[in-house]
């Protein structure tokens, strides 16, 4: 069984730039959620993705974007970086099919610094 | 609007001894799931142990359990035989169907030699 992977590990940009980060979900998971985790603070949610529509967003501008692809796989696009939109950015996956539909297993996320 | 609240932001435990994290929350919902995650210095969040709010009996892990009183909401992590490995920061979190998760601050865990 292959876990969640996220790529890249670590990414540096500068303020109004944009970025793209990607992430794997587990074998046989068919949801995405994306969070953010500030430093020394737990993570906040940002939205879900189930079966390649939104299924739910945190408190986050339109800046961010997301897409999950046919393989479940998916994309958090952030637009016109800010300085504190840098963060570790964690993605998990589960299955809103299973008995455990509520558990979710997080990659090891991507360190967003922006300059 | 649901909440977490952990009011341990560090705590140390010495090899082989137990340890207790507290954890609170808020929520107006009468079926919910709660978890505790463990994150090491690798970042890599995982789940420790989950309790499902309909259940009234406690959810165990091997030395992991936890304590869930839900008529206090309250849902503390016990970690017996602490081992060096279980050094890393503790999260708890609430969750509502398969919806977003709320976390709490988390608890900085040291396991001493």
């Known amino acids: 069984e292959t876990g969640v992977t996220q790529s890249p590990t670590h990414l540096i940009k500068t303020r109004g730039q944009q970025v793209t980060l990607r992430c794997s979900s587990q074998s046989g998971h068919n949801t995405v959620s994306w969070y953010q985790q500030a430093l020394g603070q737990g993570p906040q949610f940002i939205f879900q993705y189930y079966r390649e529509e939104e299924n739910g967003r945190g408190n986050f501008p339109p800046r961010f974007s997301g897409l999950q692809f046919p393989n479940y796989s998916s994309e958090l696009n952030v637009n016109a970086l800010e300085l504190d939109d840098s963060a570790l950015y964690l993605c998990a996956s589960s ?5 455990s539909t509520d558990t979710q297993y997080f990659g090891p996320g991507t360190r967003l610094t922006v300059l | 609007a649901q909440t ?6 560090e705590m140390s435990v010495q090899e082989a001894e137990t340890v207790t994290l507290s954890c609170t929350y808020d929520t107006s919902e009468s079926n919910y799931y709660l978890f505790w995650y463990k994150q090491p210095p690798s970042r890599q969040m995982i789940l420790v142990i989950r309790q499902e709010a309909y259940k009234q009996q406690n959810a165990t892990e091997n030395r992991f ?3 869930f009183q839900k008529a206090a909401k309250s849902f503390s992590l016990k970690i017996s035989d602490s081992q060096l490995g279980d ?3 503790y999260f708890c979190a609430l969750v509502r169907g398969t919806y977003k998760y709320i ?3 988390g608890t900085r865990l040291k396991v001493l030699a």
């Open chain 1, 95 to 99: 299955s809103m099919d299973s008995t």
């Open chain 2, 4 to 9: 977490v609240t952990q009011s341990q932001p």
């Open chain 2, 65 to 67: 359990s936890v304590n």
């Open chain 2, 87 to 89: 050094t890393a920061m």
């Open chain 2, 103 to 105: 976390f709490g601050t």
